[in-house]
């Protein structure tokens, strides 16, 4: 059974750098498609990018200036770094595997604040 | 970017109701619609793909239709577990857009 963890801080202050990890256990990271999705306070969904099988990656235009999708094979876990951080980068962060969008991991919670 | 233009924002019902929730698209999407369920503190459940299609291990009381650029979810007979929030998602192009959210709460 495909799993899968986000981890990274829960506090981040205005204009530094939003990182987290998604572990994924069960599955291959080198097979489908690994996205990351947001959900804002006020329950609006976004999607953010995500990184193929190949390690292509797509980006929301509207972060793509800002924003980063990684993957290290070797441990089987791929990443987001959203630069230059505001208040409204507050949001809930999830992974999934989003080529069948059938597994997400539980969320993380990160607050853009001074 | 695609819209998608999700009604109602909120649906109060009573258990055992029929309850439909709608999803319009700005422009054409083919099937590629899905609808997830969320429940506080949880993460999205995948419900419905290619906006007809039950996933796994979902309950047959849920189905998808599409209509045109209309997308439905309809639950025949409302169950106190399907108490959450609904949001459709268009997969056609980049970027995907997810519709508003549908709250779905007992009468």
């Known amino acids: 059974e495909v799993q899968l963890q986000e981890s990274g801080p829960g506090l981040v202050k205005p204009s530094q750098s939003l990182s987290l990890t998604c572990s994924v256990t069960g599955y291959s990271i080198t097979s489908n498609y690994w996205g990351w999705i947001r959900k804002f306070p006020g329950n609006k969904m976004e999607w953010i990018g995500h990184i193929s099988y190949s390690g292509s990656t797509s980006y929301n235009p509207s972060l793509k200036s800002r924003i980063s999708i990684t993957r290290d094979t070797s441990k089987n876990q791929f990443f987001l770094q959203l630069n230059s951080v505001t208040t409204e980068d507050t949001a809930t962060y999830y992974c999934?595997?989003?080529?069948?969008?059938?597994?997400w991991g539980q969320g993380a919670s990160v607050t853009v604040s001074s | 970017d695609i819209q998608m233009t999700q009604a109602p924002s909120s649906l109060p019902a009573s258990l055992g109701d029929r309850v439909t929730i709608t999803c319009r698209a700005s422009?054409?999407?083919?099937?590629?619609l899905r609808w997830f369920q969320q429940k506080p503190g949880k993460s999205p459940r995948l419900m419905i793909y290619g906006a007809t299609n039950l996933a796994a291990g979902v309950p047959s009381r849920f189905s998808g239709s599409r209509s045109g650029s209309d997308y439905s979810l309809t639950i025949s007979s409302l169950e106190s577990e399907d108490m959450a929030d609904y949001y459709c998602l268009q997969s056609k192009e980049s970027p995907y857009t997810f519709g508003a959210g549908t709250k779905l709460e007992l009468k």
């Open positions: 999934a595997r989003w080529g069948l969008m059938d597994a």
């Open positions: 422009q054409d999407i083919g099937n590629y």
